[in-house]
């Protein structure tokens, strides 16, 4: 697979630009990131101190959330319901597993079933401490547990709607729709987004307007299913 590292959308393999950015796709989004990293870490200097063309109403200003936006832009990636709530139930647990399996580790310490050889005046305050955290823990673990329950629900939905689209788009949209506009002197490349376009125009005017990252993943899918596969 290919990414766009401007909107860090996906690609089928065979496609070089992203439709929507124009931006030259990537093997790997962390390689990349890396790499514009060190690349920050050099320029940044040179942009605060004025060095480089272009930069210095920011280097006078040191306004470096700015400077730092130049450098790159962050655009966030569509995850799916089900994928939030399994990350979050899955943080939830690990959350509560740590705190309560650490409290019941403290408590054998503060008895002396365990012993750490501590010196009795820091001892306490190091018990308070790990006592607080460990509380914290919990906490947030209960939080998140109750989110995941609410993402549960939500998760439910959307992949009730995309089995809906799914279902419909099979029924009732031929291949001759989705190439509508294809001719046989374009680009493999311009075609994918062709098609692309085509079958989200063809949902939006089904089930209205979509989120527009969800909408992309759907109308990639189908597209995997109905004209790659």
């Known amino acids: ?5 401007k909107c860090r959308n ?3 393999n065979g496609i070089t630009f992203c439709k929507d950015c124009s931006e030259t796709l990537v093997d790997s989004l962390e390689e990349y ?14 942009i605060i101190a004025g060095e480089i063309p272009g930069f210095e109403e920011e280097a006078e200003d040191k306004n470096y959330e700015e400077i730092t936006s130049k450098l790159t832009k962050v655009s966030t990636v569509y995850v799916k319901k089900e994928d939030k709530y399994k990350d979050t139930l899955s943080s939830a647990y690990t959350l509560l597993i740590v705190g309560f399996g650490g409290l019941a580790v403290l408590l054998l310490v503060i008895t002396d079933i365990i012993n750490l050889n501590l010196a009795s005046p820091g001892k306490y305050v190091t018990y308070s401490g790990m ?4 509380f914290v823990f919990i906490i947030i673990g209960f939080n998140s547990l109750k989110s995941s329950k609410r993402l549960a629900k939500e998760a439910e939905s959307e992949n009730q709607l995309t ?6 788009f099979d029924k009732n949209i031929s291949l001759d729709l ?4 294809i001719t046989d002197d374009m680009q493999e490349e311009v075609k994918y987004f062709k098609r692309i376009d085509n079958i989200k125009e063809i949902i939006q005017k089904a089930y209205g307007e979509l989120n527009e990252n969800y ?5 990639d899918d ?6 790659h596969s």
């Not at 089995?163 to 419909?168: A, H, K, L, V, Y």
């Not at 989705?178 to 506009?181: C, E, P, Q, S």
């Open 1 to 5: 697979m290919a990414w766009c590292p």
């Open 178 to 181: 989705i190439d509508n506009g």
């Open 131 to 134: 006592a607080i955290l460990l």
């Open 215 to 219: 909408l992309d993943k759907i109308a």
């Open 10 to 12: 996906e690609y089928v």
């Open 33 to 46: 990131d890396k790499i514009l990293m060190e690349e920050k870490a050099t320029l940044e200097p040179q």
């Open 163 to 168: 089995e809906d689209i799914f279902n419909w």
């Open 222 to 227: 189908i597209f995997q299913e109905k004209i």
